[in-house]
């Protein structure tokens, strides 16, 4: 019996400790078989305390009258699998007669606290089949992207969901996407997630950033052009719409539509073309877009429209000639003048850091997922990288991008820099590399070293 004790004394510290130092390891060992007896043993009560059961039918009434047996209890959602996962646990439930997803979505608080969960959230698979994922702990806490992951051409593993599930940036589901947040809400670490996992893609990358390029050409030898004023970027923006242009005329002259051409063969975009004559596929990272937006006098409020009129041309056309906008600042509203709201309605993919205000929420989701606004706004300063992503279907979920340093993006483009394609309309402003610092640098005094 003393041996028996001390190994059962030496599983409860072992499982402390695994709880508060590795919470993964924890639920893996302990957790999870624990979570499945719980939510097993209590579903039926809690399922009637939360108000998603239904009355037994009424031939069961009958039933129960006529051979004088007691009356059925409510029925509870039948449970068509318990499947455990890295970070949580999958319930797939098939609903009774007379009820909706939307019961179930709108009771995961309450089967948070009755299953002692960290967090419950449901989507429906089909009609009658919901699907509720509950999470043992925190996952957004300390990052960890799963070894394995579901990659395809443009389709990026970017962060972690609260539910556990990877988030992924596609973009040919979602060609344009928007990203704001305030200062330290963790845009760059996402952005650089972005170009990492773009890197050892056949793709080509078009940056501009407007803060003399201190985000953006540390990462120059993946990018195929780049801009570090509005000047630059105006020229470039306009060097891509001619592109695209050119592009539609190559789709235009490989339809073929003929009586003898199947269907699935006549090309609409640059997918539909054969592998041989596929245009690289562009996506365009701007950085600090507001930048592009202000003007002081005349002739840069000349150049603010220019900037202005050939984003919106690319968010609208350039979709089909595999041009892809990835538009970043710390505020997005109509503040920024003529022609932001037009361009705002053309990036379905949303994206919103820590923010200071309602209204910089309300500029990424009133108009898609107003629900979205308040998880917006209570993001906490002390966890940097956490966001609320949601598109135009009207979901949200709450993400973060594991930490990723400047020296790891740098690697990463390094890496594969030997993939970087050359497209000549864009040749002029290829990055230079290897530049030797100017003779006239500006005067900047350093802080002085302390002993």
Not at 76 to 99: E, I, S, Y
Not at 367 to 372: E, G, Q, R
């Amino acid at each position: 019996m003393n041996w028996l004790a001390v190994v059962l004394l030496l599983v409860v510290a072992a499982a402390v400790v695994l709880r508060w130092r590795r919470p993964a390891w924890y639920w893996m060992s302990f957790g999870v078989t624990l979570a499945v007896v719980r939510v097993l043993f209590r579903y039926a009560s809690v399922m009637d305390a939360c108000g998603l059961t239904v009355p037994p039918p009424r031939w069961r009434l009958t039933l129960a009258r006529l051979t004088n047996r007691p009356v059925p209890r409510p029925r509870a959602p039948r449970v068509l699998r318990v499947r455990p996962t890295r970070t949580g646990l999958a319930l797939k439930l098939k609903l009774r007669p007379g009820q909706d997803a939307f019961d179930v979505a709108a009771s995961c608080d309450r089967l948070r606290h009755s299953f002692a969960m960290y967090g419950v959230t449901s989507r429906e698979l089909r009609s009658g089949v919901v699907e509720v994922r509950m999470t043992g702990y925190d996952v957004l806490k300390r990052v960890q992207m799963p070894a394995k992951t579901d990659t395809r051409p443009m389709r990026v593993p970017v962060a972690l969901r609260e539910d556990g599930a990877v988030h992924y940036r596609d973009y040919r589901a979602v060609p344009h996407a928007l990203t704001i947040g305030a200062t330290e809400s963790g845009k760059s670490v996402y952005q650089r997630n972005l170009v990492a996992g773009l890197a050892p893609m056949n793709v080509a990358l078009v940056g501009i950033d407007c803060k003399q390029g201190v985000e953006l050409f540390p990462l120059a030898r993946r990018f195929s052009a780049l801009a570090d004023n509005p000047d630059t970027a105006a020229d470039l923006l306009d060097a891509l719409v001619s592109y695209m242009e050119d592009v539609y005329q190559l789709i235009r002259a490989e339809q073929r539509i003929t009586s003898d051409v199947p269907d699935a063969e006549i090309a609409s975009d640059i997918w539909d073309l054969p592998a041989g004559l596929r245009p690289v596929p562009v996506v365009v990272m701007v950085d600090e877009v507001a930048e592009l937006a202000l003007f002081a006098t005349k002739a840069e409020e000349k150049r603010r429209d220019q900037i202005i009129t050939a984003l919106a041309r690319l968010a609208q056309l350039g979709r089909a000639a595999g041009i892809y906008l990835e538009v970043c600042g710390q505020r997005f509203g109509s503040e920024l003048g003529k022609g932001i709201t037009m361009l705002r309605a053309q990036l379905t993919g949303r994206t919103a850091h820590r923010v200071n205000d309602e209204s910089s929420a309300n500029m990424a989701f009133a108009d898609i997922a107003p629900d979205a606004v308040l998880a917006a706004i209570q993001i906490p300063t002390d966890m940097p990288g956490v966001a609320i992503t949601g598109d135009a279907t009207g979901g949200w979920a709450r993400i973060r991008a594991p930490h990723t340093s400047l020296r790891q993006a740098v690697n990463t483009c390094n890496r594969y820099a030997d993939l970087t394609p050359d497209l000549p309309a864009l040749a002029p402003f290829r990055p230079v590399l290897g530049i030797p610092a100017p003779k006239d640098a500006p005067a900047v005094e350093s802080i002085p070293a302390t002993v």
